[in-house]
């Protein structure tokens, strides 16, 4: 389209007032510099009191809506979300209903709500105030590596409309000058995501609540109305996935109730704001025809769509002609700048749905992102010293970028591309120069995966392997070994941010962690274990660390995203093709080995997990990504086994985390996840044996493909679930070494010789104990010296006793 041509013209609705032009569906809320982790963190702590915490929680919410409004959204006209929470949206509908389990009730006032304190104990678990009990289950939300808060639900779970706290943030930005538009996780959504409580009877199922829940949030939606919001968000992601306990017969039917009761039954304007419905994540499922047509067939007044992941409909759909439909083509989940006239196409392409008006969105929250582009200058808050390429910077989008891209294409939208015709050329720009870039394509890596064939993605029998590596590293029956990690104790901590700082010699650094590499074989040694790793004293993170080494990524100085709670990870961003220009763990293994003559294992972190907790280039397939970082672990690993290490592991903990949400996409996934493990994997002699880890011990769809991995040795969690998985797997097929954990690192809590022989003889009783490993769930990282050392003292004398008895 030239740019004189007239894009549609937005329509106004119906009923209720004009959707906006633009929005985002949510913006991080942790803050530009982390002050409610620091907030949070001193409350937790003591330091500060909840009066405290609330005021901190007030200016930073003011701080984000002005600061949204500044980079172009609409003061008046709900643009701006209001997405604020202390800890979790999730967690934050469970307070507005005083959902709690039966085990918090005690924390619930006469009314029936959380305090700040009380909303903390729910998160994180406590023993005090009169109550005990374990946190709230978390896990991952939806195909993002935030976590949210599972509530659980039981038929007599205390279910109204108790608590104000989106109303009060509403009416505390309006007496600011902002008009915001609370984002609430919708009602379908937050059954969908619940779990039944411990005391439900058998049979019971979340989704039963639906009426109660939904009679609250109609209560929520009039006091907005009542608060003079003209728009509210419900965030209803569970209408995009497979993996929700919930067939799509059930979801209609719940979507059509309360959605019935929100939007039909109640006046628009008097009883309840304008409703939005977004759908992040993927396209609207459906059985037959439009996913859109499920909504579409409700009162609600707009609808968000992920252009992103969703395909982008085409023909009308039914009932869309009263609605707003927003084009959610600015990437929420990723972070590069994005060509705004191909959105503008994209959203054009729209018009044929027969929509009452289009507006423009991101895919998702902005959640997923760091805050802003602009704080990767040099003498930026944060490492002095660290920049980010200005080249780079160029073809990035964080948060408030994103912002600005979405102000953009809505005026584009409402006046032509004429009037943005300048941004519209800075962004095309910002592409080229991108595509054209040195790094972006080198034609060694493109050669050398195009010659890949199927030879290199595949080892010898297993058979053969076992036997040679059985002569080579002459273990006795029940191996025992750790994970990778020791400790990082504060004096490695200490150095490490000494260094960085520039305030510690390069070399001084490397001799403190060599000492520390000598330490922990020493201890090894003194504790009995039959194969020992260096501690990882070096790595700040597993995955960091590997894109600090690699050509291709790079990493920021102050690209925090939140992980869950105050928890926030700084993922790097892999912008160019995969090259390793030198060796990376060779010197630090070579250096442990040189110190034992027991085998030594090398640690490395996998190709699939190195791509889940990064930000990934989007102009090529995942699977293309994978096999060129696949590629430079192939020769990392030659490079150990020349320096004569027997045995390597290569970690592949987030394997589970990067399925897709959709049935029909994993296959695809499992196939190119597997093969660039494989092809890390397969370049080794017979006697060297690869060995992997995963941090989980529920496998569902991926047990077939930790099978494919064909590792000679695969970790796994299973002491919290005793073992369960040992079975499982090999009911699916599966043969080789296997090492179930037996010490759960996430407690600190040291497990006695007993427990742990149990563990061992409940393993070897479904498995052949020639093939059993013992070893602790994951890495020692997080724990101390005083837990660690008797809980592997109590793991070597176990693993000792059962050998005894085979
Ligand atoms: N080798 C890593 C460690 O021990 C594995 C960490 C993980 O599985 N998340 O720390
Ligand atoms: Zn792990």
């Known amino acids: 389209m030239s740019s004189t041509d007239h894009p ?11 959707f906006p032009g633009g929005t985002v569906l949510g913006y991080p809320r942790i803050g530009r510099r982390r002050e409610l982790k620091r907030a949070v963190e001193a409350f937790w702590a003591g330091r500060t009191t909840a009066a405290e915490l609330e005021s901190a929680a007030a200016d930073l919410r003011l701080a984000t809506v002005r600061r949204l409004v500044e980079l172009g959204l609409d003061a008046t006209d709900g643009s701006v979300p209001g997405s604020f929470s202390f800890y979790d949206q999730v967690l934050d509908v469970v ?10 009730t005690g924390l619930l006032d006469e009314s029936g709500r959380l305090d700040v304190a009380g909303y903390s104990t729910v998160a994180r678990g406590a023993g005090d105030r009169g109550v005990s009990g374990a946190a709230l289950e978390m896990t991952k939300w939806f195909d993002t590596n935030y976590h949210y808060l599972v509530p659980e639900i039981g038929p007599d779970t205390p279910i109204s409309f108790v608590d104000d706290r989106f109303v009060a943030a509403f009416v505390e930005a309006k007496e600011a000058g902002v008009v915001t538009r609370p984002v609430v996780v919708g009602p379908v959504t937050f059954l969908a995501l619940s779990k039944a409580a411990d005391d439900a009877p058998e049979g019971f199922r979340p989704l039963d609540r639906l009426d109660d829940v939904v009679a609250a949030y109609a209560d929520l939606l009039r006091a907005l109305a009542a608060a003079g919001a003209p728009w509210v968000q419900l965030d209803e992601p569970a209408l995009v996935t497979d993996s929700v306990d919930a067939t799509f017969a059930e979801l209609s039917a719940a979507v059509t109730t309360a959605y019935g009761a929100l939007a039909t039954d109640l006046a628009v304007g008097t009883d309840r704001p304008a409703v939005l419905v977004a759908a992040p994540f993927g396209g609207l499922r459906s059985d037959a025809g439009d996913g859109l047509a499920l909504l579409a067939g409700t009162d609600v007044d707009a609808i968000a769509v992920d252009l992103v992941k969703g395909a982008v409909p085409t023909g009308a759909v039914p009932g869309l002609a009263g609605k707003t439909l927003v084009a959610g083509v600015v990437d929420g989940h990723n972070v590069w700048r994005a060509d705004l006239a191909a959105k503008l196409d994209v959203v054009d392409a729209l018009a044929g749905l027969g929509a009452g008006g289009l507006a423009v969105g991101t895919s998702t929250s902005l959640l997923h992102v760091p805050h802003d582009v602009e704080d990767e200058v040099f003498g930026g808050p944060g490492t002095p010293g660290t920049v980010l390429d200005p080249r780079l910077r160029d073809w990035l989008a964080f948060a408030d970028q994103k912002v600005v891209e979405v102000a953009t294409l809505a005026r584009g939208l409402a006046e032509g591309r004429d009037a943005v015709a300048a941004e519209l050329a800075a962004s095309a720009a910002a592409v080229a120069s991108r595509t054209a870039a040195a790094g972006v394509v080198v034609p060694a890596v493109r050669e050398r995966a195009a010659a890949l064939t199927d030879a290199d993605f595949a080892r010898g029998s297993y058979a053969d392997r076992a036997a040679a590596q059985a002569e080579r590293l002459d273990l006795p029956p029940l191996p025992t070994t750790t994970i990778g990690s020791f400790p990082q104790t504060p004096e490695i901590r200490r150095a490490r941010a000494l260094w960085t700082k520039g305030e510690l010699s390069d070399a001084d650094y490397t001799t403190a962690m060599r000492a520390e590499v000598a330490r922990v074989v020493r201890l090894q040694e003194d504790l009995g274990l039959d194969v020992l790793v260096h501690g990882e004293p070096e790595r700040n993170d597993m995955v960091q660390y590997f894109a600090e080494h690699l050509d291709g990524f790079a990493v920021t100085a102050n690209g925090w995203v939140q992980s869950y ?50 930000f990934v280039r989007d102009d090529q397939p995942l699977g293309d990504t994978a096999n060129q970082v696949g590629l430079a672990l192939r020769d990392e690993i030659a490079d150990l086994e020349a320096a004569g290490i027997g045995i390597v592991q290569v970690d592949e903990p987030a394997l589970r985390e990067l399925l897709p949400l959709r049935k029909a996409d994993q296959p695809a996934y499992l196939d190119w996840s597997v093969r660039s493990f494989r092809l890390a994997t397969s370049g080794v002699d ?9 941090c989980y011990s529920e496998f569902g769809e ?5 099978d494919g991995l064909d590792a000679d040795v695969t970790s796994v969690e299973a002491a919290r679930s005793r073992m369960e998985i040992v079975p499982e797997l090999r009911d699916a097929g599966y043969s080789r070494g296997i090492g179930p954990g037996v010490y759960d690192i996430h407690s600190p809590r040291v497990p006695s010789v007993d427990e742990v022989t149990e563990l061992l003889r409940l393993a070897a009783k479904s498995i052949d104990p020639r093939v059993v490993w013992v070893n602790p769930d994951c890495g020692l990282k997080t724990r101390r010296y005083e837990e660690t050392v008797p809980s592997l003292e109590h793991l070597v004398a176990a693993a000792q006793a059962v050998r005894a008895t085979l």
Not at 95 to 101: D, E, H, S
Not at 687 to 693: C, D, E, G, K, R
């Open 95 to 104: 307070a507005t209903l005083g959902a709690v389990p039966a085990r918090f």
């Open 686 to 694: 017979t006697a060297t044996q690869i060995h992997t880890h995963l």
């Open 702 to 706: 991926v047990i077939g493909a930790i």
């Open 8 to 18: 549609t013209t937005p329509v106004t609705p119906t009923t209720g007032p004009a």
């Open 565 to 614: 709670g105050s928890r926030c990870v700084r993922p790097p961003i892999l912008w160019g093709d995969v090259q390793r220009p030198a060796p990376i763990t060779v010197e630090w293994s070579a250096y442990t080995a040189s110190l034992t003559d027991k085998p030594v294992k090398g640690m490395l972190t996998g190709p699939v997990t190195i791509l889940a907790w990064s």
